[in-house]
């Protein structure tokens, strides 16, 4: 009988930043102008791209 190999690795989470100024979140080292779309995500967005449980949210550096 053969069994079936599962990775038992955690999957890495997509990590964006937290922003107090616009509420919304920017990918890490975004150290630009709130206004711009290309780096401003919603949850909506995020949750579309990557999954409900796929992101991850930090406030540190926005």
């Known amino acids: 009988m053969k069994f ?3 990775s038992t690795r955690t999957p890495k989470l997509a990590e964006v930043i937290d922003c107090g100024c616009c509420n919304h979140f920017h990918p890490p080292g975004f150290d630009g102008d709130c ?3 290309n780096n ?3 949850a909506d ?3 579309a791209q990557y999954g409900p449980g796929g992101w991850i949210a930090s406030n540190e550096g926005g």
Do not use: E, K, N, Y
């Open 40 to 42: 401003r995500l919603s």
């Open 45 to 47: 967005q995020l949750d």
């Open 4 to 6: 079936a190999m599962h």
């Open 35 to 37: 206004r711009d779309g």
